[in-house]
């Protein structure tokens, strides 16, 4: 093993035990640093909710830590603090996620708390509905934020209302007014368990030691009445180009939201797809779409396009903000990009820039126990391999021109595109009401 792949996660470093209860947990020593950093997630999330209770998966996730059958909000955080720990839940589409940070030698409370607040809620009234009243407020304001209702309308278009990415992870303002106390306890009892959950613990702990604590704290949880596992398919794509017009009153600004159904981050071309996405929008100044839209032709606010890549089908996203005069020449301009990757390969030049580029930035994002647990954490939840890290170098510079421009023909189409656009109207065009 060279001193490259020695010097970061692998299958030689990361210990790594299932439980009989389904936990899997991930070990990392880091003896650089005094702290401990904790990554973890649960089937648990948007997609085990139904359209009518859309959000029920973040608000659950986000009162779990407001009080429990053994001690009260203010006892929970009290404790955190007296130790300088933190700890933090987040509804996702497809998992509960848990983070959770301390110093080395509070890593047992820092499980202790966790253990409690994900097994034993009690979701009081108060504090559920002062977490309600937060997302509403957050709701109604995203309503005026014309990048939210471009990115919202895009995404309802892209995806069929049976499908789940159809709707947010944080539901509408008639959804969440809707759930009560008694839905997250029911959401609680059927999707939080321990089965499939995945923990993993990165910093100055001894392996053994740090097994021996989950053992003692999560080791024992069992719960019969936990769901399976819900995946999502890929829905039919776009044929023709599809636009969405909302009006938003008041605003002197128009966002644009373009969209096609991406792959998933297990898919066999997901490197060379974003890599074709950074030369698309990403490298240097927001790629050839930055270059473009933004600095050559002073079109957009901003300009730049975002690959997903998680558990289903998310969708490849081109964004920008710009002027309503300019809303069909960035459109047309963008589209003129999107042309131009799937039908000629990158410039060597392009390719090699792009390469160095990803290659580099690995080594940045494992500087912090944070992002080693968060890559570690990867590896595991999308089967990529305890060895991925490792080897990452490598598949990126075996990536060919070939390979790229085949990435971007499977799922980029200038002609079958959700394109949304929200702000004032823009060249005159009809528009939804806010």
């Not at 990158?346 to 792009?354: G, K, Y």
């Amino acid at each position: 093993m060279t001193s490259y792949t020695a010097s970061i996660p692998n299958e030689g470093n990361i210990n790594r035990v299932e439980f009989d209860n389904g936990i899997v947990l991930l070990i990392y020593e880091n003896r650089a640093v005094q702290s401990v950093n904790i990554t973890a997630s649960l089937h648990a999330g948007s997609i085990y909710e139904r359209p009518e209770r859309s959000g029920l998966a973040s608000l659950a996730a986000s009162a779990l830590l407001t009080g429990t059958q053994q001690r009260s909000f203010d006892e929970i955080h009290a404790s955190l603090e007296n130790i300088g720990a933190e700890l933090s839940m987040r509804g996702h589409i497809h998992k509960l996620g848990l983070f959770g940070k301390a110093l080395a030698e509070d890593l047992r409370p820092l499980l202790e708390t966790a253990n409690e607040t994900l097994r034993y809620p009690t979701f009081p009234a108060e504090h559920f509905e002062r977490l309600r009243g937060e997302r509403l407020t957050w709701l109604q304001y995203s309503s005026f934020d014309t990048r939210y209702r471009a990115g919202k309308a895009m995404r309802q278009a892209l995806y069929p209302a049976s499908h789940p990415y159809h709707y947010g992870t944080y539901g509408d303002e008639q959804t969440i007014a809707s759930i009560n106390e008694a839905d997250l306890s029911l959401f609680h009892a059927g999707h939080m368990g321990p089965d499939g959950m995945i923990l993993v613990i990165v910093g100055d702990v001894d392996s053994e030691d740090a097994m021996q604590m989950v053992r003692e704290t999560l080791g024992d949880w069992r719960n019969p009445e936990q769901s399976g596992v819900t995946r999502a398919d890929f829905p039919e794509a776009p044929s023709g180009t599809e636009r969405q017009t909302v009006l938003v009153p008041g605003k002197t600004q128009c966002d644009i939201s373009m969209g096609a159904l991406g792959p998933a981050r297990g898919a066999r071309d997901y490197l060379a797809a974003q890599i074709a996405n950074s030369v698309l929008g990403e490298f240097g100044m927001m790629g050839r779409i930055g270059k473009s839209v933004r600095e050559e032709q002073g079109l957009a606010y901003y300009a730049y396009s975002h690959l997903g890549g998680g558990h289903g089908p998310d969708p490849w996203i081109v964004s920008a903000g710009v002027n309503p005069d300019n809303v069909g020449k960035a459109i047309d301009s963008i589209l003129a990009e999107i042309e131009r990757l799937v039908s000629e390969a990158v410039s060597d030049e392009d390719l090699a820039d792009n390469q160095s580029y990803f290659t580099g930035r690995l080594p940045l994002r494992l500087e912090s126990n944070e992002g080693i647990a968060s890559h570690i954490h990867a590896m595991e939840s999308y089967n990529l391999g305890l060895n991925y890290l490792s080897e990452y170098r490598d598949m990126i510079y075996q990536i060919t021109q070939d390979d790229v421009l085949g990435a971007a023909q499977h799922y980029l189409d200038p002609t079958n595109m959700v394109i949304a656009v929200a702000g004032p109207e823009p060249d005159g065009s009809a528009a939804e009401s806010a």
